[in-house]
């Protein structure tokens, strides 16, 4: 498997990565494949690697508005909220950096080598302290966190528990003094105990990207026009998703069209890209 040049930089060589000097303890060299960013803001979006469809969507959300605005997105390649928050990024045409834990002879989970062909592809790139031939072993997972906030200008957890390792990522942030978000879940979620317990904590609650914005970058805030629909069958579509409804087989019962008009309208929708899907026949905004 091999992506590109893997390329070598002491963290002072690049205004990206000289930010990791204030972090502890640096790393001695960075490895990359791809391009780094030229300029910021930066936000990393982490949580768990086996999120409920809350989890998805909230993220999905999150990295996709941050993008379109500008924002490079951070992640960590892994299976879960890293996953959409890279894909979701792309999907908004815009810059996104994966931090391994692993050398870059080879992309873990392997199961996302085409995931990380598409972030270098599309102007992103991989990066690890560990060089070339150096398989992840455990603690490297836990290190490898310090430099993904390290590298960010605030850090979002969307969905953990409270005995996930996202929290070790929150607690680097915390000491880096990076500003904090975490997403509000259900009370009744195990996978939403870990963002509660980090606002009870201090952390900043999120509900949208221009929460994010608003703290570390409110030039890049832009008022998205609200989407209406050129036909009364697009009207009824977007009423229900702002309604909180994302099954398909849902929209398509309580909007009473008929599934060829439904099929016909949602298709249209995507393409004018004021819906999107989610997986599983599950739509959003």
């Not at 060829?260 to 309208?265: C, D, I």
């Amino acid at each position: 498997m091999k992506l590109g040049k893997i390329n070598r930089l002491s963290i002072v060589d690049s205004s990206f990565t000289s930010i990791l000097t204030t972090i502890a303890p640096p790393p001695k060299a960075l490895y990359y494949i791809g391009a780094l960013p030229e300029k910021r803001p930066t936000v990393a979006i982490v949580g768990s690697r086996r999120p409920t469809p809350y989890g998805i969507e909230v993220t999905r959300q999150l990295a996709y508005d941050l993008a379109k605005a500008g924002v490079t997105v951070i992640s960590g390649l892994a299976y879960g909220i890293d996953a959409a928050a890279h894909k979701a990024a792309l999907e908004a045409g815009g810059t996104t950096i994966a931090v391994l834990a692993n050398g870059l002879h080879r992309v873990y989970p392997t199961a996302h080598i085409g995931l990380a062909r598409d972030i270098i592809q599309k102007g992103g790139a991989l990066i690890s302290e560990m060089p070339p031939g150096e398989d992840a072993r455990a603690y490297h997972f836990l290190a490898r966190n310090r430099i993904i906030s390290g590298l960010a200008d605030a850090v979002v957890v969307t969905e953990a528990t409270d005995r996930s390792g996202t929290f070790s990522t929150a607690t680097h942030a915390l000491t880096q003094n990076k500003e904090l978000f975490a997403v509000p879940g259900p009370i009744t979620s195990l996978l939403s105990v870990g963002a509660n317990k980090l606002l009870k904590q201090g952390a900043h609650p999120v509900t949208s990207a221009q929460d994010i914005l608003e703290r570390i970058a409110p030039s890049y805030i832009v008022a998205a026009p609200e989407p209406l629909g050129d036909t009364t069958e697009e009207h009824l579509i977007i009423t229900l998703l702002k309604k909180g409804v994302r099954k398909g087989d849902e929209l398509q019962q309580q909007s009473m069209l008929s599934p060829q008009v439904y099929l016909q309208t949602l298709t249209m929708l995507e393409i004018k890209g004021i819906v999107r899907p989610l997986g599983g026949d599950r739509w959003s905004l």
